[in-house]
């Protein structure tokens, strides 16, 4: 009664989703090979990205829990009794701070995690609410395209959607522009957009986190040829592929690449589809890019998004935007 999970499937299989694999095509035929993070997160790359947060190189996950353990109460004040919803809730880990501030102020608690890990979001669900006994969750499996397409009204007064982690980082301008229409469009007037984003800081702080000493970030890149060559009865051989991310300081990014050791060819079956690398040909895998927030301001306001606080930690790594529609 208290748990309601579905999984969204796209209605029309014609049009570029995850599920028919038109995007792994287009993206792998490029010129430069590429492929969504999204492949990133199926279960065992949703438990790597949990070592990822804790590694000692990877700064963000801890700054911003950091930054939600001061600012949860101020937030939860600010926006009264809401609804928390999540675009790529992961383990929710980070969430829980948000809940306990609500609950700490008596109110409801009401939760809809987003994720396409379908794993990650049953188990991370099921064990919040054996430790938040009034919670009820909704979970949706799902692109964010389409779960902010089908989201239902609020029951409580208001909504808080939740994008933190700096996720927003993974897409570029033009992504970024269609998200933020669809965000806009999903939330009615007066609703909060909660954001989370990782701030421009040395190449000597940034290399490192997606670099770790213990290879965990190598393993997590090279876990999206698995995920491909179980969804689409693949091929690859991921050893043969090496992780590079570096930071492009011109265009303020961590690009992470996976590159071929040795000419190869490569069989996706289920796409039946043939792909060719040269030696030491990459593809690109993930952009995370770095943002300030006075820039991020003016950009939310232009999508229709009003600032009504900003919070960040004493090294300005980090930053949280709370906004409103
Ligand atoms: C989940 C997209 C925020 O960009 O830092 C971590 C993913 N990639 N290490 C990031 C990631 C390599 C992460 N985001």
Redesign the pocket.
């Known amino acids: 009664k208290r748990l309601r999970l579905e999984r969204l499937v796209c209605p029309t299989l014609s049009s570029t989703e995850i599920d028919n694999g038109s995007d792994v095509i287009q993206g792998l035929t490029q010129t430069q090979k590429a492929l969504s993070?999204r492949y990133?997160y199926d279960d065992r790359g949703s438990h790597l990205?949990e070592k990822?947060c804790d590694l000692p190189e990877?700064y963000?996950t801890r700054t911003e829990a950091a930054i939600l353990q001061d600012c949860s109460a101020e937030i939860a004040q600010i926006t009264g009794s809401s609804e928390i919803v999540e675009l790529?809730s992961?383990s929710s880990t980070k969430t829980r701070i948000l809940l306990d501030a609500y609950k700490n102020l008596g109110y409801p608690l009401r939760y809809l995690p987003i994720d396409v890990s379908g794993g990650m979001l049953e188990s991370s669900a099921t064990q919040l609410l054996l430790d938040y006994p009034s919670l009820q969750v909704h979970g949706l499996v799902s692109t964010y395209e389409l779960a902010l397409a089908n989201l239902t009204p609020a029951i409580l007064p208001t909504r808080t959607l939740c994008f933190l982690?700096?996720?927003l980082?993974?897409l570029n301008l033009e992504e970024c522009d269609r998200f933020f229409a669809d965000i806009v469009q999903a939330l009615e007037v007066g609703e909060y957009f909660l954001l989370g984003i990782?701030l421009h800081k040395s190449p000597a702080i940034l290399e490192p986190?997606?670099n770790d000493a213990q290879g965990v970030?190598a393993e997590?890149?090279q876990n999206v040829l698995h995920h491909l060559n179980w969804r689409f009865d693949g091929n690859f051989k991921p050893e043969q592929f090496e992780h590079w991310?570096f930071y492009n300081q011109a265009e303020h990014q961590?690009e992470?690449h996976l590159r071929s050791q040795k000419a190869q060819t490569v069989q996706l079956r289920g796409l039946d589809f043939t792909v060719k690398f040269e030696a030491e040909e990459t593809i690109l895998t993930?952009i995370?890019r770095k943002f300030d927030l006075d820039s991020m301001g003016q950009y939310l306001q232009k999508q229709g998004l009003n600032t009504v606080k900003v919070w960040t930690d004493p090294n300005h790594w980090f930053g949280l935007v709370l906004a409103q529609v």
């Open positions: 993070p990133f990205f990822i990877y963000p790529g992961g982690g700096s996720t980082g993974n990782d986190a997606y970030t997590f890149n991310a961590i992470m993930e995370s």
